[in-house]
């Protein structure tokens, strides 16, 4: 196997001089350490179980580990490694293939009978290993070769093969929040292996720092480093806003355009739309174009929710948010962004009906349960030769020679007369449409207009 497939080392040692990057020489050494989490690191549970050196019946063999960038998934690995005889093994999930997968799996069967020396494989991004590498886990994971710390920022229910999922223990990881942030920078600036009090933080550069993060400890670390190396260029020990912006002068958006961010942030829009809380799409239409989504995607959605939410309430939803597709195709981004927010504004402020789609849903459940008999005769073609013979056409009423342009028949197939689909709200100009459906039905249906 490649030895840049991956690391191993009994102790664990990370050689942290001080040319080691601030990120990782600040990393926990013990759970005692980590940020957060405390929903997973209470007395007993079974992570601190399995980072205290027990296994098998005491605590979890192998853990898979979600959440967000930035968090600890690394370090709980590096922690867990640390409890008892075990050896460390971190395998590149974008580059190792099933060979090497094997590879570790017959190194650390042979590490446990021959040195009694446990191998904790830490595996991050698990959800690029496809099916067959995944497989390859298996044997090692059910018969506790290695004690597997996989971490994921895709949700594991899609991501993680069904059998891997069920022999190992799925801990949810939560975004750090700015308490746990602001505790992080305070232990950066003063402990020895970090910045060891060398430097000040003002509160305006400190806020800077955090909220440009993402919530992403390690994007915290890296842009206060950088923040000092600028204070320290130009002489000083205090560090200043100004200092903080020349370091990271725009957020962190996490945004995966393939994974639950893109869902989850899609989920939001659409929602907001529907709920007419226009700022609160605006919001999402943001973070889109901040992270890059292709704004044709976004175009498409438009286009969808005018119908699904707006529909007959305001006709010109469509038409608005077609104009924006086709505009965002001729022109681009950036200035498709202006289109987008044009036709996000229309949908989310316009009255909302769904009337229409229920109305079709309702329609497509009658005819897959086998409802809507014949054609009625009178409505069938009669433009070829021996359909009149058939009765096809006959009793037919030209609707243009009516009053009002409307004919008193039946359209419908005899087993759905006198059903109502359609339910229009009261909503905008569907308020005029119930008005003129309500006379129509009783025009079609016999009934006095």
Do not use: C
Request: aromatic content about 4%; charged content about 25%.
């Amino acid at each position: 196997m490649s030895d840049d497939l991956f690391s191993s080392s009994g102790e664990n040692a990370e050689g942290r001089s001080r040319h080691t990057p601030l990120a990782v020489r600040m990393r926990p050494q013990s759970l005692d350490e980590i940020l957060g989490q405390q929903h997973l690191l209470g007395d007993g549970s079974p992570l601190r179980v399995l980072a205290e050196g027990s296994s098998g019946p005491a605590g979890p063999s192998s853990v898979i580990l979600y959440g967000p960038p930035g968090i600890g998934k690394t370090t709980i690995a590096h922690v867990i490694a640390r409890g008892g005889a075990r050896k460390f093994v971190e395998l590149s999930a974008i580059r190792a293939g099933v060979k090497d997968v094997r590879q570790v799996m017959d190194q650390a069967l042979n590490d446990r009978d021959l040195n009694s020396v446990t191998t904790v494989l830490f595996l991050d991004e698990i959800h690029r290993f496809n099916k067959a590498q995944q497989d390859a886990l298996l044997p090692g994971v059910e018969n506790g070769w290695v004690i597997l710390v996989a971490a994921t920022t895709e949700n594991p229910s899609f991501s993680v093969v069904a059998p891997l999922l069920s022999r190992s223990l799925l801990l949810t990881l939560h975004s750090l929040t700015h308490e746990d942030l602001n505790g992080l920078v305070d232990r950066a600036l003063s402990e020895e292996r970090g910045l060891e009090a060398q430097f000040t933080l003002d509160d305006e550069a400190r806020s800077h720092i955090i909220r440009v993060s993402g919530g992403d400890a390690r994007r915290v670390l890296t842009t206060l480093e950088a923040a000092a190396a600028v204070a320290s260029g130009r002489g000083s020990e205090d560090i200043t806003a100004a200092d903080a912006e020349q370091a990271a002068d725009f957020a962190v958006q996490r945004y995966d355009k393939d994974g639950d961010q893109h869902y989850d942030i899609v989920s939001a829009f659409i929602k907001s739309l529907r709920g007419s809380d226009v700022d609160a799409a605006l919001h999402y239409l943001a973070r889109m174009i901040v992270a890059g989504e292709d704004p044709r995607f976004i175009a498409r959605r438009l286009v969808i929710a005018a119908s699904e939410e707006v529909s007959l309430a305001d006709p010109s939803a469509l038409q608005a948010a077609v104009a924006a597709a086709q505009a965002v195709q001729l022109i681009g981004m950036p200035e498709g962004r202006i289109v987008l927010a044009q036709a996000t504004v229309h949908i989310a402020t316009a009255p909302k009906s769904n009337a229409s789609y229920k109305a079709l849903d309702a329609a497509i459940a009658d005819v897959r349960a086998g409802k809507g008999g014949p054609v009625p005769a009178h409505l069938r073609d009669a433009h070829y030769k021996g359909a009149q013979r058939l009765g096809h056409g006959q009793g037919y009423v030209y609707a243009h020679d009516q009053p009002h342009h409307v004919a008193a028949q039946q359209y419908v197939p005899e087993d759905l007369v006198g059903v109502d689909y359609y339910s229009p709200t009261s909503l905008g100009n569907e308020r005029a449409v119930s008005d003129r459906l309500e006379r129509l039905r009783g025009i079609i249906r016999g009934r006095k207009p």
